[in-house]
């Protein structure tokens, strides 16, 4: 299995709403990633979990709030959230958050979730 | 803070010609990729790089990685309409904390 995928492809809520996004990924990677992407424009990241604990937090507001239940697992929590939140939610996961030297791991990433907060 | 600029922005070229998109830094990068986005879906892995000087090919897709590790290059020959997409450049220092360049989108016409 050499995916990541994420539910609920397209999510719509209101800004009292609290919806979850998840992500899973069954290749044995130890680092999980949240990005998040605004039209035409690249992935920004959000948070990195690395062996199931919280190890980057890009100064995310606190209406965004990350899990990590087990090393196959990635939940973001959302809650209050603005229109401007509005974007493509975007999980990756990597073998590893530090390659050694000499070699490079990329991301694999799902297809994302396409947010809209009305 | 580091940066990864990729130009051009944009390129809409006919089938069959050639291009290269850049992707240069003033930091030096542990490791770079190159990933290929369709609207609606996420990045997909192109190709990793790591040593100075370094060539990988992929089928039409030509990548080389700077001798100092700071810029990189993406090569397609023989552009065909499926190479339409985004393409997105990423750095990593060495951490997990990998940087996206601002990308490069490319409309190839039939």
């Known amino acids: 299995d050499t995916e990541v995928t994420q539910t609920p492809k397209h999510l719509v809520m209101g800004m009292t709403n609290k919806k979850s996004l998840k992500c899973e990924q069954h290749?044995?990677?130890?680092?999980m990633y949240w990005y998040k992407q605004k039209a035409k424009k690249p992935p920004e990241l959000m948070f990195v979990?690395?062996?199931?604990?919280?190890?980057i937090n890009e100064s995310v507001p606190s209406r965004f709030s990350p899990e990590c239940p087990n090393s196959s697992l990635l939940n973001l929590h959302l809650h209050a959230l603005q229109p401007e939140d509005s974007a493509l939610y975007l999980c990756?996961?990597?073998?590893?958050?530090?390659?050694?030297?000499?070699?490079?791991?990329?991301?694999?990433f799902g297809s994302g979730t396409r947010l809209t907060v009305v | 803070t580091q940066l990864l600029e990729q130009s051009p922005q944009f390129l809409s070229i006919q089938e069959g010609e050639n291009l290269t998109v850049y992707c240069n830094s003033s930091?030096?990068?542990?490791?770079l990729q190159w990933y290929r986005q369709e609207p609606g879906e996420g990045p997909v892995l192109l190709v990793t790089?790591?040593?100075?000087?370094e060539v990988k090919k992929l089928k039409r897709l030509t990548f080389q990685f700077g001798d100092a590790r700071k810029d990189s290059s993406l090569h397609i020959t023989a552009a065909q309409p499926g190479d339409t997409g985004l393409y997105l450049c990423?750095?990593?220092?060495?951490?997990?904390?990998?940087?996206f360049g601002t990308g490069t989108r490319l409309k190839v016409l039939a």
């Open positions: 979990y690395s062996y199931e604990k919280l190890s």
């Open positions: 290749m044995g990677h130890r680092a």
């Open positions: 790089v790591v040593t100075g000087g």
């Open positions: 990423a750095g990593g220092p060495g951490t997990y904390k990998y940087i």
């Open positions: 990756a996961s990597s073998q590893d958050g530090a390659p050694p030297a000499g070699t490079g791991y990329g991301y694999t």
């Open positions: 930091s030096v990068f542990s490791s």
